[in-house]
């Protein structure tokens, strides 16, 4: 499993840019706006099926696919 994060992209609609999700950042370098995650999740719901959860430990890391890609901390 790995996260399916492609991209973060500006959430304001008359700008719509998107950066890479590599490195730290939170606001839009073109208008300052707050920046979301976008995933694919496509990709994901091949892996992130109710079985698969059922066998997952009960943590946030359960939805890996849909987080940010990290390494667990226990």
Same mark, same amino acid.
């Given at each position: 499993m790995a996260s399916t994060m492609t991209h =973060? @992209? $500006?959430?304001? +609609?008359s700008c719509r840019k998107t950066v890479s999700h590599t490195q730290l950042q939170n606001l839009c370098? *073109? $208008?300052n706006s707050p920046l979301v995650a976008r995933y694919d999740l496509a990709r994901a719901a091949r892996t992130l099926t109710r @079985? *698969? =959860? !059922?066998? +997952? *430990? !009960?943590?946030m890391w359960r939805y890996e696919e849909v987080l940010p890609g990290a390494t667990p901390v226990t």
């Open positions: =973060l @992209e $500006c959430s304001r +609609r370098p *073109a $208008c @079985e *698969a =959860l !059922r066998g +997952r *430990a !009960r943590t």
